[in-house]
């Protein structure tokens, strides 16, 4: 097994001290000092990245052995040096881009990504919201492994990945120079994916490079002020209800619905789907009206 650094503990003192610096530059302009940073939020955000530690080490294990087994069934070999790590990177943030605008397009994959979008707020901290439930993505990867790409190498460049958008989680940094803007994601791009207004909703699914919502017809500039959050936003700050309260939801609206494919639709559909008023699911029969009531 090459023997490849893990990028993403490495860089944990990196992300404390930056989210400090982030902090204390709104402190030193109180008229943003508001829109900046919230202690709970911002507690709450770390406590995710934390938990997300320890969760993902057990997501881990069985996905682990599923790449591994493939990899082993595969003739296909990737070599594990420079120049075909770079090429791994850019397959990893292609298959990124379509995991990603995947978990916002299906309903059980968004319960999992929706802990990420729950902060009203944007800033560095933000970045830490992780879900607990990171075992959804796996799949969206296995065709790298399928042509010879090393578990240990796609850690790798999946870990690169994600410390990369670290910096991304600001509004501190305006817009940059065309050509970084044209090819990389920045903070205004990514602004714009964490914002709840209606022409934002689902834009800028890309990781490191933006190039791929611009092929793919998924991309959006940052035209107006952004409002973060979700679209009906969550009023709690208890990690676990952040971690799993779209999974209850989803398990409310299948009990509630009418028939089978209904109960499919709410899992499987996207996050804001209803049914119509003529599907036969909502159309119930209306209850009977309730007798008179009878003189005393």
């Known amino acids: 097994?090459?023997?490849?650094?893990?990028?993403?503990?490495?860089?944990?003192?990196?992300?404390?001290?930056?989210?400090?610096?982030?902090?204390?530059?709104?402190?030193?302009?109180?008229?943003?000092?508001?829109?900046?940073?919230?202690?709970?939020?911002?507690?709450?955000?770390?406590?995710?990245?934390?938990?997300?530690?320890?969760?993902?080490?057990?997501?881990?294990?069985?996905?682990?052995?599923?790449?591994?087994?493939?990899?082993?069934?595969?003739?296909?070999?990737?070599?594990?040096?420079w120049w075909a790590l770079l090429l791994t990177l850019l397959a990893q943030d292609f298959c990124y881009y379509w995991s990603h605008r995947g978990h916002h397009v299906v309903r059980l994959l968004w319960a999992s990504h929706v802990v990420h979008h729950s902060s009203r707020k944007f800033n560095l901290s933000t970045a830490l919201r992780q879900p607990w439930t990171s075992a959804t993505s796996w799949?969206?990867?296995?065709?790298?492994i399928l042509c010879g790409v090393h578990p240990a190498?796609?850690?790798?460049?999946?870990?690169?990945?994600?410390?990369?958008?670290?910096?991304?989680?600001t509004e501190r940094i305006g817009r940059l120079p065309r050509p970084v803007e044209y090819v990389l994601n920045t903070p205004?791009?990514?602004?714009?994916?964490?914002?709840?207004?209606?022409?934002?909703?689902?834009?800028?699914?890309?990781?490191?490079?933006?190039?791929?919502?611009?092929?793919?017809?998924?991309?959006?500039?940052?035209r107006e002020p952004c409002a973060y959050g979700l679209t009906k936003n969550i009023t709690t700050f208890n990690p676990l209800r952040v971690a799993t309260h779209e999974y209850a939801a989803i398990a409310r609206d299948v009990r509630a619905a009418g028939d089978w494919r209904e109960r499919a639709a709410r899992v499987f559909r996207g996050p804001g789907w209803q049914p119509s008023a003529a599907s036969p699911a909502t159309a119930r029969p209306a209850p009977a009206p309730e007798p008179d009531p009878q003189p005393r």
């Open 188 to 222: 205004s791009h990514h602004r714009v994916h964490h914002a709840s207004q209606g022409n934002y909703l689902d834009r800028n699914f890309g990781g490191i490079l933006i190039v791929w919502d611009r092929l793919f017809g998924s991309f959006e500039p940052e």
């Open 153 to 169: 190498a796609l850690a790798f460049c999946s870990s690169v990945n994600l410390v990369y958008q670290f910096w991304i989680h």
């Open 139 to 144: 799949p969206f990867y296995l065709p790298m």
């Open 1 to 81: 097994m090459p023997d490849l650094p893990d990028v993403v503990l490495w860089s944990i003192p990196a992300f404390l001290v930056l989210t400090l610096a982030e902090v204390i530059s709104y402190r030193l302009h109180p008229d943003e000092e508001a829109a900046g940073y919230e202690t709970k939020d911002a507690v709450t955000s770390m406590t995710m990245g934390l938990g997300s530690i320890f969760t993902d080490l057990l997501w881990k294990i069985p996905v682990v052995a599923v790449y591994a087994a493939v990899y082993e069934l595969t003739p296909l070999r990737v070599p594990v040096v």
